[in-house]
């Protein structure tokens, strides 16, 4: 007793901002991003919020999977820049979408955030209660990047992506694994929020945008992803022949490059799409998926199995493989 992904979809805002656009309006070159990081253009949105990118991949999502939005059981939005602080980003994408039967909420574990969705809503289609549960990730990163920093402006996307689960008897639920450690938090961090009142004496300063401590996240993903990859497979009696696909976190090619030499596995194993859209955070796993959907790379019903793995803020870092 479980669900199945019967569904996917996504939705990147249209316009496109290349590495020469970002060269014109700071000091950095198509040169130094593409061969450092991988990526050649990112979409950055003009004016969709979060909730306005979640609703569109949201449509394809359900188009895709041939159900209204009032047959949705629950909503789940993974995302580290929501519209606000309340109403939750997954409530605004009811109401765009109609979704009148569902209950919705956001879940925040930064570029973890869809491996971590994915699985609570795994576990609440195993619980056997609802028909259909939608899990998307969704970023406005443009929104909380410091246009002035070109260490991380320059490293960023906009972009929403997931997928649809339906209940069915067998489970696509194979193994999981996740984790996180508080205590490297100041790795990353976006838009803290002082305490501040007419009673108030707290010495916190504010920071209204990301800031990022690259070598230590680098070096984290180099240590811990391999590690969460052979974790998770250890405890799906997974052999490496049994992968068809492992779909991790868009941040840096170099770093996938580094991650697949270190875990032995061979680099043709992990999809890539960081060209095209930049490090998308919580969106970057789901709409890797979706694309390797629509390009018949990988499809559902197969049983093939693929392992998706996150990592970064919080520090978090969550691997989970499923059976498409
Ligand atoms: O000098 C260079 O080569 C620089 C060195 C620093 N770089 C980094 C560093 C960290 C990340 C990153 C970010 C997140 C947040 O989603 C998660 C996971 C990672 Cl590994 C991405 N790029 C860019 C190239």
């Not at 976190?249 to 030499?261: D, F, G, P, T, Y």
């Not at 559902?300 to 970064?312: A, I, P, Q, R, S």
Request: proline share 2%; aromatic share 6%.
């Amino acid at each position: 007793l479980g669900s199945k992904i019967s569904a996917t979809g996504h939705y990147l805002p249209e316009q496109i901002i290349t590495n020469d656009d970002l060269s014109k309006i700071m000091d950095t070159s198509d040169e130094w991003i593409s061969k450092r990081t991988g990526i050649r253009s990112r979409h950055i949105s003009k004016d969709e919020n979060t909730s306005d990118l979640s609703s569109k991949a949201a449509l394809r999502i359900l188009q895709n999977g041939n159900i209204t939005a009032g047959q949705l059981d629950f909503i789940i939005v993974a995302t580290m820049t929501p519209d606000a602080l309340s109403p939750s980003t997954a409530c605004l994408v009811q109401e765009k979408i109609g979704a009148v039967n569902a209950f919705c909420f956001d879940i925040n574990a930064a570029c973890t955030g869809f491996v971590y969705a994915l699985s609570t809503g795994l576990h609440m289609m195993q619980s056997g209660l609802y028909q259909y549960g939608m899990i998307i990730g969704a970023e406005t990163m443009s929104k909380v990047v410091n246009w002035e920093d070109r260490s991380t402006a320059v490293l960023f996307g906009d972009g929403a992506g997931g997928v649809l689960l339906e209940r069915t008897e067998d489970d696509c639920f194979v193994a999981e694994a996740l984790h996180s450690d508080g205590g490297r938090h100041m790795a990353l961090v976006a838009n803290t929020m002082k305490v501040e009142n007419p009673y108030g004496d707290s010495s916190q300063e504010d920071q209204a945008f990301l800031t990022m401590d690259g070598r230590a996240i680098f070096d984290f993903a180099i240590r811990s992803v391999p590690s969460i990859i052979r974790e998770v497979m250890e405890k799906g009696n997974l052999s490496d022949g049994d992968l068809k696909k492992i779909l991790a976190h868009q941040a840096n090619v170099r770093l996938l490059e580094a991650i697949s030499k270190k875990v032995k596995l061979p680099f043709s194993l992990f999809a890539t799409n960081i060209a095209e859209t930049g490090n998308t955070s919580a969106a970057s796993i789901p709409i890797l998926l979706d694309q390797l959907v629509q390009t018949k790379e990988i499809q559902l019903g197969t049983k093939d199995k693929v392992l998706m793995t996150g990592f970064g803020g919080g520090l978090t870092w969550g691997a989970i493989v499923v059976s498409l």
